[in-house]
């Protein structure tokens, strides 16, 4: 069962079997090591097989727990608690040699009266490959879709993921980018207890993503080091749950409900989930409610027209 599992997690998928057999070989050697270490009594279990995988992830687990200890020590500026306006963690997957982890990744909006667009920073100084470049294309799409129909999106605003100082490539920044914006535009603070992965289109449904298992174990690890509130959790695309092969450890964290799991479907569940309020369902006439999301971003976008165009 416990190969099968690591077959299962190596495949990302829960009905699809790795067929890379040299990992799997790599494995029981290992295994069959730390059984014959034992006096080779009894049968080769699935206790040794844990053993080895324990055991391996000590080898190469040295660069996450570097990168938690910068967090731990705010050399990186994470927070998993409280609520933040234009601020929300996205999720990253780091690939150092053998070693595979996800990571924390603060991304920042700021907005402001202007007609500049919304400014990709990543993008401008040559840090965000061609991917992350149409993921934010994307976003830029979706806001004209969704609140440029009444009246032209005049806007300034700018969006960063933070402390990075790399390259950067892949779209699965996109939602968390486009919820740090709105709430920038509407001041609506985020619950920095929640991370967020996924990538959207122009009409907002959200599309899955790699490596959903090690970053919601990253975040998983940064919560349990700094205490498991029971609030904290990760939003993922719901097309992801079908990859999901996590750890034991988080599975139970889940189960106890100290740690949440939220697959959505569009910007929309996840806007509501991150900022406790309702995104709004528009009405026959063509408006949101008035104590909603989408309400409040029209109405900043809608002020900052008139500011630009000479409305009074």
């Known amino acids: 069962l416990e190969l099968v599992k690591y077959a299962l997690r190596r495949a990302e998928h829960q009905q699809k079997i790795s067929a890379n057999i040299v990992q799997i070989n790599d494995l029981l050697d290992e295994a069959n090591y730390l059984w014959n270490k034992e006096g080779s009594i009894g049968d080769l279990t699935a206790v040794h097989i844990q053993l080895a995988l324990a055991a391996k992830e000590r080898r190469t687990g040295r660069m ?38 996800g990571t924390p990744a603060r991304i920042t909006a700021t907005v402001y009266a202007g007609s500049q667009g919304v400014t990709d920073i990543e ?12 993921g934010f294309l994307i976003l830029t799409g979706y806001l004209g879709h969704k609140y440029g129909q009444e009246f032209p999106v005049t806007i300034s605003a700018n969006i960063a993921i933070e402390q990075s100082y790399g390259h950067i490539d892949g779209d699965s920044a996109s939602m ?6 709105i709430s920038a535009i509407t001041h ?19 599309q899955s993503i790699g490596g959903a298992n090690e970053k919601i174990e990253g975040f998983y690890r940064l919560c349990k080091d700094r205490g498991l509130t029971g609030q904290q959790g990760v939003i993922i695309p719901r097309t992801n749950v079908v990859n999901l092969m996590l750890q034991d450890e988080v599975i139970e964290a889940v189960k106890k409900e100290q740690f949440h799991i939220y697959a959505v479907d569009d910007i929309d569940q996840s806007i509501e989930i991150l900022m406790g309020m309702s ?25 900052f027209a008139d500011m630009l165009e000479g409305g009074e």
């Open 279 to 303: 995104a709004g369902v528009m009405n026959r006439v063509g408006r949101y409610p008035r104590k909603s999301i989408h309400s409040l971003v029209l109405a900043k976008l809608a002020a």
């Open 64 to 101: 996450s727990e570097t990168w938690l200890s910068e967090i731990k020590e705010q050399q990186l500026l994470i927070s998993s608690d409280g609520k933040q306006v234009g601020k929300v963690n996205g999720l990253t997957v780091l690939e150092v040699g053998e070693s595979i982890f």
């Open 123 to 134: 993008r401008e100084v040559e840090l965000g490959k061609s991917i992350h470049s149409k």
């Open 176 to 181: 968390a980018e486009l919820c740090a914006l």
């Open 188 to 206: 609506l603070p985020i619950d920095q207890g929640i991370a967020i992965t996924g990538s959207i289109n122009q009409h907002g449904e959200v």
